[in-house]
């Protein structure tokens, strides 16, 4: 995911990370390069992360599957 993308994301926020699809909590910016970072929350298992940064996290892809 890009910064600039990262930088807008609210939470609620849905990403994929490491192969599966998190919630997003909390956010914390700072100076960091590898800021902003984000507390995830799974989905399927409803556990907590600890602060994650941006490069990790995708974006998760809208799927078309007919009716």
């Known amino acids: 995911m890009e910064r600039h993308t990262a930088i807008r994301m ?9 192969g599966k699809l998190h919630e997003v909590v909390s956010l914390k910016t700072g100076k960091s390069v590898d800021a902003p970072y984000f507390r995830l929350r ?3 298992q409803g556990t907590p992360t600890d602060l994650v940064s941006y490069k ?4 998760p892809q809208l799927r078309d599957e007919p009716i």
């Open 56 to 59: 990790l996290l995708e974006k």
């Open 10 to 18: 609210l939470p609620g926020s849905r990403v994929i990370f490491r």
């Open 42 to 44: 799974n989905l399927e």
